[in-house]
């Protein structure tokens, strides 16, 4: 089973660092969030996961091999990546659109064989949208939507899925479906890690959270021992109060900081 | 059905798509034939149909058959000389037009795209400017189609820095830098056709060049143009499915495997040969790459491994039939080729336009 880890890894934009040096370990079969406010560089961070984009100073590895060292179709087959945006604007079928994900498995004049077909049969299974195959993609709503881009990340049959912020568009039975979904791959034997603000969300779901601000590694590690109220608070900006649910999962419930509002008030 | 096919739902689609496939190069194929018949068959001269027979037989048959047929030298100027010359440069600029237009609504993922709007076009004539004002057209006619391309291609490059950040390319961005470099390359080429006025028979083969048009197109005109096409064409068939990734945005192209930035380059190299080796043959054509991949697009879906090859047929068509329309509506005199496309280009397109906002954005 596969590891991903960043060593010491940093990006610079324009001379200035913007995010890291950080470094992290994610293993195999776990199920990762990525969470902090806006611009805490979780979405950079994912980018550097998915090779999307390169370190600047230090290095990505997978495996313990530097990522950027495997050819491009071999880094697309065992670690995908699922876009914030899902609004496609062309009226690809969902089909289409699923085919799309055996690009890295299939030579450029090979047609799609039976094991592509087997890939994408499956995929659309488990991910329900057996029902919409022919539907094109820009007539669907956002959960069904999000669901097929997740299905196309399965078509890969990549041993990591990497999300950005898959709920940020969904209502909130939606987002559950979403969460549950990216529960099950991880039980199937997936590593997944979901970047997100929306941490009340996703605790109930993952196994570790790794918390970011101004593009560095703030916290790691289980719910309890990450997101305290002190770190929300200092964090986040906001007054939280842990309250414990039936499931034995507690949910946070936030309150705006009662000083900002009279500072925001002066300012006006 | 079987019940294999029927178990299975994919199956079940690419049946149905291929079925829908086949009922569009039903009718698409009998249209082509027809449009390059009538376009050969129809003109100012009135010549029968089996004086044309006897003129294809006189030239295509080998000689030893052929010597009890019997063709007026006339007959066989204005048939193998002038029209079929013409429908062949017609349809393949419109096939090469239609093909650079699907390619650059991938490229742009944007289907206001098309090879006149993003500059391509006008870098295209300024480049076969350039190889009239240095002299080297008069060397090697090869060079204008050369330097056509090389101009489409400085221009798309241009384009694609001025309009794109990060894999993103606004609309209004991208055409403000389509007409913006438009406007420059068409001043730099009437400067440099200003500058050499003094040399009156430069700048009559310059002027005459830039107005484009489809008259008194040769075989030279044919050789110029149509292996640039086919090879563009046969190119761009070889990139399909990383124009599919392409289109839905860079980073979800590279995330799949695609090598973006070489399939770029590629992809604008290709476009580049299409736009030129149409504008060489016959200046800037307007509509043809937007009108024709749009529509089929509505027809057959956005999947371009099924777009490239039916855009750039219907575009022959359409083009062979604009012209045959231009020459033929108020005889003798010929109506601009431009005119006729942006007349029948122009209400189509808006048709379709509304049809789309209208259906809930399925084109």
């Keep these: 089973m596969s590891v991903l880890e960043a060593r010491n890894a940093s990006v610079k934009r324009g001379g200035r660092t913007i995010f890291g040096p950080a470094s992290v370990r994610i293993g195999a079969g776990e199920i990762t969030a990525l969470i902090g406010p806006n611009g805490s560089g979780k979405s950079t961070l994912l980018r550097l996961f998915a090779g999307l984009w390169r370190p600047d100073d230090g290095e990505m590895l997978i495996d313990g091999k530097a990522l950027h060292s495997l050819p491009r179709k071999e880094m697309a087959r065992r670690v995908a990546f699922v876009p914030q945006e899902t609004q496609i604007d062309f009226a690809f079928t969902v089909s289409e659109i699923l085919a799309m994900g055996r690009y890295a498995h299939r030579g450029r004049f090979s047609p799609q064989s039976q094991v592509d077909h087997d890939a994408i049969n499956c995929a659309a299974a488990y991910c329900d949208i057996t029902h919409l195959i022919d539907r094109a993609i820009n007539t669907l709503s956002g959960g069904e939507r999000q669901r097929v881009l997740i299905a196309r990340s399965l078509v890969v049959e990549p041993e990591f899925i990497l999300l950005d912020e898959p709920t940020a568009n969904l209502d909130i039975h939606h987002a559950l479906d979403v969460l549950q979904l990216c529960e099950s791959l991880s039980r199937e034997g997936k590593t997944v890690i979901v970047a997100t603000h929306d941490f009340n969300l996703v605790t109930r779901y993952v196994t570790r959270l790794i918390l970011l601000q101004g593009g560095l590694l703030i916290a790691e590690g289980p719910q309890k021992d990450v997101l305290g109220p002190e770190t929300i608070r200092e964090i986040f900006q906001v007054e939280a109060e842990m309250v414990p649910m039936k499931t034995g999962h507690p949910v946070y419930v936030f309150q705006q900081r009662t000083r900002e509002i009279h500072d925001s008030r002066a300012s006006r | ?363």
């Excluded at chain 2, 009922?23 to 249209?31: K, N, Q």
């Excluded at chain 2, 100027?77 to 609504?105: D, E, N, Y």
């Excluded at chain 2, 050369?146 to 990060?166: C, D, E, P, Q």
């Excluded at chain 2, 700048?203 to 086919?230: K, N, S």
């Design chain 2, 1 to 363: 059905m079987s019940a294999v096919a029927q178990s299975n739902p994919l199956a079940n689609v690419s049946s149905r798509s291929r079925l829908r496939l086949s009922v569009f190069y039903g009718f698409l194929l009998p249209i082509v034939f027809l449009s390059l018949l009538a376009g050969v068959g129809i003109g100012s001269t009135h010549i029968s149909w089996s004086t044309i027979l006897r003129v294809a037989e006189f030239r295509l048959l080998p000689q030893a058959w052929t010597s009890s047929v019997h063709v007026t030298k006339a007959d066989e100027v204005i048939v193998w000389l002038i029209r079929v010359p013409r429908v062949i440069v017609a349809f393949f600029v419109g096939a090469g037009l239609a093909a650079a237009g699907v390619l650059l609504q991938a490229l742009f993922r944007n289907p206001l795209a098309e090879p006149g709007l993003v500059g391509a076009g006008e870098g295209a004539v300024l480049g076969g400017v350039i190889s009239f004002v240095t002299g080297w057209s008069a060397t090697s006619v090869l060079s204008l189609p050369l330097m056509a391309m090389v101009g489409a291609l400085l221009a798309l490059f241009i384009v694609y820095a001025m309009s794109t950040r990060g894999g993103v390319t606004p609309v209004a961005t991208l055409l403000l830098a389509g007409v913006a470099s438009s406007a420059l390359f068409s001043a730099v080429a009437s400067l440099l056709l200003s500058v050499n006025v003094v040399n009156w028979q430069i700048a009559q083969e310059i002027v005459f060049w830039m107005m484009g048009g489809l008259d008194a197109r040769t075989w030279t005109h044919v050789w110029l143009c149509a292996p640039f096409v086919v090879l563009g064409i046969a190119a761009s068939l070889m990139q399909t499915r990383d124009l599919d990734l392409l289109q839905l945005g860079e980073e979800t192209a590279a995330s799949f495997g695609v090598d973006v930035e070489s399939s770029k380059r590629m992809l604008t190299l290709t476009a580049a040969i299409l736009t030129g080796a149409a504008v060489a043959v016959a200046g800037l054509i307007g509509f043809v790459g937007l009108l024709i991949p749009h529509a089929v697009r509505l027809i057959l879906g956005p999947s371009n491994r099924r777009l490239l090859p039916a855009s750039a047929l219907t575009g022959g068509a359409f083009l062979v039939l604009c012209d045959l329309l231009a020459r033929t509506i108020h005889p003798p005199t010929e109506i601009r080729l431009g005119i006729v496309t942006a007349l029948c280009g122009g209400p189509l397109f808006i048709y379709l336009l509304l049809r789309q906002y209208r259906g809930g954005a399925n084109g």
